[in-house]
C-alpha cells in the first residue's frame, strides 16, 4: 500500500493568511493525487484533481501543486469558510489511500 | 444535479450482516466507476471498495480489512450502487460514504488517476453488542 503523510496534522491561521499544506507519498504516484475539503458532519468535497487542476466551482484561492512524491496544497487568503480539514488521496493504485488529514483552524 | 443518496444504515450486532444502498441520480450511472469509503467516528477517511463499470468488466477491488466480508455491487437498470456487508465487527462502524470516479484510466486489472468528485452524504452503521 501507498503511504500518504500530510503535514502539519493541525494548523491555526487567521483570515487573510497564506496556508500550505504538504502531503508526500511513500513512492512515486507521477501527478495522481487529489485534494478534499471536509467540514464537520458533512460530506468530503474534492478540491484539486492529478495534482494542480481546479475541481469546476472551487474558488480560485485554491491551488495545487507537485509530482512524484512531493504535493502541496494552498489557500492564498484564508476565509472563514476555508476552516475544515484537508486530505490528500492518491489514485495511482489500489488501496486508494488517504493522509491522516490536516485540522485547519481559526486562530 | 448530481446526487447519490445512501441509506441502510443502523445498528448491527457483531456477526451479522448489513446491505448499504446509494441510488445514483442526475448523471448516466452506468458509465461510470464507483467506491464505497468510510470514516470511524473521529478518524480520517478510508477507501473500502470500487467497482468498474460494464464497459471494464464491471470488477472489483477492496480494502485488505473488508475483502471477503465486505461485497460491492452495480445495479445498472435502476442506477443503484450497494455494499453487502457481513461478519460485521466493532470496528467496522463508521459513517459510509459512496462516490462516483471521474476520470481515469484502466488497463488490464488496473484502474488509476481517477477522481472522486460527488459523495453522498453518508450512512452511519454502528456495530456493538
Given amino acids: 500500500d501507498i503511504q500518504m503523510t500530510q503535514s502539519p496534522s493541525s494548523l491555526s491561521a487567521s483570515v487573510g493568511d497564506r496556508v500550505t499544506i504538504a502531503c508526500r507519498a511513500g513512492q512515486s504516484i507521477s501527478n495522481y493525487l487529489n485534494w478534499y475539503q471536509q467540514k464537520p458532519g458533512k460530506a468530503p468535497k474534492l478540491l484539486i484533481y492529478t495534482a494542480s487542476n481546479l475541481e469546476s466551482g472551487v474558488p480560485s484561492r485554491f491551488s495545487g501543486s507537485g509530482s512524484g512524491t512531493d504535493f502541496t496544497l494552498t489557500i492564498s487568503s484564508l476565509q472563514p469558510e476555508d476552516f475544515a480539514a484537508y486530505y490528500c488521496q492518491q489514485s495511482y493504485n489500489a488501496p486508494f489511500t488517504f493522509g491522516q488529514g490536516t485540522r485547519l483552524d481559526i486562530k | 444535479e448530481v446526487q447519490l443518496v445512501e441509506s441502510g444504515g443502523g445498528l ?9 444502498p446509494c441510488a445514483a441520480s442526475g448523471f448516466t450511472f452506468r458509465g461510470y466507476a464507483m467506491n464505497w ?17 460494464r464497459d471494464h468488466g ?17 445495479d445498472d437498470s435502476n442506477s443503484i450502487l450497494y455494499l453487502e456487508m457481513s461478519s460485521l465487527q466493532a470496528e467496522d462502524t463508521a459513517v459510509y460514504y459512496c462516490s462516483r470516479v471521474k476520470g481515469g484510466y484502466c488497463s488490464g486489472d ?20
Fill in chain 2, 12 to 20: 448491527v450486532q457483531p456477526g451479522q450482516s448489513l446491505r448499504l
Fill in chain 2, 37 to 53: 469509503f468510510r470514516q470511524a467516528p473521529g478518524k480520517g477517511l478510508e477507501w473500502v471498495a470500487f467497482i468498474r463499470n
Fill in chain 2, 58 to 74: 464491471g470488477t472489483a477491488d477492496y480494502a485488505a480489512s473488508v475483502r471477503g466480508r465486505f461485497t460491492i455491487s452495480r
Fill in chain 2, 110 to 129: 488496473r484502474c488509476y488517476g481517477g477522481w472522486f468528485d460527488a459523495w453522498g452524504q453518508g450512512a452511519l452503521v454502528t456495530v456493538s453488542s
